[in-house]
């Protein structure tokens, strides 16, 4: 049976695409290659950077239809991630409020892939 655990996002420069979600993520790559780097997350899943210009097929260039979802335990953890990379320099896309799902954000990476931190649901 198949495990669905891979999420993949194309970027433009996988060097700096590491760095950032090495920062980020506090850790380092799984597996780093010229083209392709991945980041183990938490339960069981697994973040692929793959460089565009080597994806095949090659992707469509339709816009972001996506989000790389980070999910907290409170409000207060919403909160301190929203200072911590709004100090760390990340765009905000979507600066601190309150949607139907509780307290919410959006940050970019430097491909402009959406990163939300939100409350996970017990």
Known sequence: MAKANLIVLYVDDPL?????????????????????????????????????????????????????????????AVRTHYEKWKGAGLPIAQDLTKMDFGPTFVALDPDGHRLRVCLFDD
């Open 16 to 76: 700096a695409s590491v760095a950032f979600y090495r920062k980020l993520l506090d850790k380092e790559p799984l597996v780093s290659f010229p083209t392709f780097s991945s980041f183990e997350l938490q339960g069981g899943f697994v973040l692929g950077l793959w460089a565009q210009n080597t994806v095949a097929p090659p992707p469509s260039k339709a816009g972001s239809r996506a989000e790389l979802a980070f999910m907290v335990e409170d409000e207060a």
